[in-house]
């Protein structure tokens, strides 16, 4: 009887994952609310039922002036609804297979603010209940339609793809073969490694450094973000506010005569727009529900009485009993206006496996350990990361390096420079 139960579970589960309901919660949850007006006008132009409005159409913009803060508070995240529906129009030019256009226009909608796609050929498959192999060609289709990186799975993709549309055969060995030599300028050992001379390889490096590391920077003209959320403080409490809320709403018809084919195309036009607006519903709910929960825990971080707490995926999920899957989507390129400033709202947030491996512990260990290292043979940035790792934090060399910087602490080289000029 049991057993009976859990298959028709399980049999409900995968109709309902299948349904557009779902696939159209899925979408919007992942996009941005800029990206949101964007669908909301290419659904429009197909919906004469489907009626929308901004209550305010201002948007923020960050100062241009300061270049260095704007690349690291906020990505660019103005999307341009013209570009992406000339991509999808040549990709529909290629295939009339509705699935594959359906895994085109998923692709296109789940770039993030730097043009790459970050997701993986079998999360796609899933949410969409296809095979890899189908999405793996889609995905190839659209990264050839555009030979500039759009949809690459990262920079170095990104730049092989636009190397190989230019003809540029070393340029792009170099971009797949000696990647993080190239990052590095390490001109001798990609001479060596590729077989050529360095004359060769510098002028193949000035080719490389003309390609566009992120295809999206070709789309933009403006820099502006729409944020989901104002965050007001109140004495010691925050309250949420949706400074550009959209109106959704269906035009009202009477469907008349006996025109059977005029009727299907009313009701099913009717029944897409309902759809759409439930699901706009779920993801304001689901939104917010995350957001104020985040809010809560680290408000004395917001209020500047404390460090931001370690809070995880796992936390969110066991305590608002909502799937790590859905939170993903809904922390996805995602930005809060608080006091004048804008912050992802993936920032509240620490995305390890374990709390102790937090940004926040990882400074401190290493500043601790350059305070009490021999000055005269102080530890370079591969011991440090093998503190860290007897610490139980595993993190990359180059992050050590980063978060070495970021405390102001110069490189091992020039602390022992420093204390033997002390010593003098």
């Not at 959209?246 to 897409?272: M, P």
């Not at 529900?289 to 500047?304: A, D, M, N, P, V």
């Not at 496996?353 to 350059?370: F, G, L, P, T, V």
Request: hydrophobic content about 35%; proline content about 3%; aromatic content about 6%.
């Amino acid at each position: 009887m049991a057993t009976n139960l859990s298959l028709k579970l399980n049999q409900k589960l995968k109709v309902f994952l299948r349904s557009p309901l779902f696939q159209m919660q899925a979408r919007l949850l992942r996009s941005s609310k800029s990206d949101i007006e964007n669908v909301l006008k290419e659904i429009g132009e197909a919906n004469p039922f489907l009626e929308w409005k901004k209550t305010n159409n201002n948007f923020i913009s960050l100062p241009p002036q300061d270049k260095e803060s704007r690349e690291e508070i906020i990505e660019k995240t103005a999307s341009r609804a013209e570009t992406k529906q000339k991509i999808l129009m040549s990709i529909y030019a290629e295939t009339q297979d509705e699935r594959e256009r359906n895994i085109a226009t998923y692709i296109i909608s789940s770039l993030n603010s730097k043009g790459l796609l970050k997701i993986s050929a079998i999360e796609i498959a899933k949410d969409l209940k296809e095979e890899v192999s189908k999405v793996e060609r889609v995905w190839k289709n659209v990264k050839r339609t555009f030979a500039d990186g759009t949809a690459a799975a990262n920079i170095q993709e990104a730049l092989a793809i636009q190397a190989e549309a230019r003809g540029w055969k070393l340029e792009k060995k170099i971009i797949q073969e000696a990647f993080s030599d190239f990052k590095r300028l390490r001109i001798e050992k990609i001479a060596k490694r590729i077989g050529i001379s360095k004359t060769k390889v510098t002028q193949a490096i000035r080719n490389i450094k003309t390609l566009t590391p992120y295809p999206r920077r070709r789309w933009e003209k403006d820099i502006a973000v729409i944020p989901e959320f104002k965050l007001v403080k109140k004495e010691n409490t925050f309250c949420l506010q949706d400074p550009y809320p959209l109106q959704l709403g269906i035009t009202c018809y009477k469907i008349r005569g006996r025109d059977k084919e005029k009727r299907s195309f009313i009701e099913e036009k009717l029944r897409q727009a309902k759809i759409l607006i439930e699901a706009m519903k779920k993801r304001e709910e689901t939104l917010k529900k995350i957001t104020e929960f985040l809010i809560q825990e680290q408000k004395g971080y917001l209020l500047g009485r404390s460090e931001r707490k370690d809070i995880t995926l796992d936390d969110i999920s066991k305590k608002l009993g909502i799937d790590k899957t859905i939170i993903s989507r809904a922390l996805n390129n995602k930005y809060i206006e608080y006091q004048g400033q804008l912050f992802k709202l993936s920032h509240l947030i620490v995305h390890k496996k374990q709390k102790d491996k937090s940004y926040s512990q990882a400074r401190r260990i290493i500043q601790e350990s350059i305070e009490k290292e021999n000055k005269f043979r102080p530890f370079s940035d591969k011991e440090l990361q093998n503190i860290l790792k007897q610490r139980g934090i595993h993190l990359q060399r180059r992050l050590v390096t980063k978060y070495r910087l970021k405390l102001g602490i110069p490189s091992s080289f020039m602390r022992k420079r420093i204390a033997a000029l002390k010593q003098k």
